[in-house]
């Protein structure tokens, strides 16, 4: 499954998400702030409900701005997928996101790896 969302001129973030071996892969272009929020938390929620664990990689390797916006859904998210049983993951932050997940601890509460493969191997 492939799942594109077109960006919209006013905001400078492109989201795509796919599938892989049954886990959830969101692949973030861009800058994460306030006016793609929404667009965002809903591309990182279940698709469906389901009585499995989801499991969701947050790809941010193409990330280079994310603010406070940012964190809160990476929060939401791993509420979310915590309890289905399942697990959020972050791939490949830029140094300049990994800074600011280390600085709020989000690195402490999420798995946080240097590329995608990695992520999805966990």
């Not at 492109?14 to 272009?29: A, E, F, G, H, N």
């Amino acid at each position: 499954m492939t799942d594109t969302q077109e960006p919209d001129r006013s905001r400078p973030l492109s989201i795509t998400r796919t599938t892989v071996k049954d886990i959830q892969v969101v692949t973030l272009r861009g800058e994460i702030d306030q006016s793609v929020k929404d667009a965002w938390l809903k591309t990182l929620l279940p698709v469906e409900d389901s009585a499995a664990p989801w499991r969701i990689v947050a790809d941010l390797s193409g990330v280079t701005f994310m603010d406070s916006t940012g964190i809160n859904t990476l929060i939401t998210a791993h509420q979310a997928a915590s309890s289905t049983g399942g697990w959020l993951r972050i791939a490949g932050a830029q140094e300049a996101v990994q800074r600011v997940l280390g600085i709020v601890g989000l690195d402490q509460l999420i798995d946080c790896h240097p590329t995608l493969t990695q992520a999805l191997s966990g």
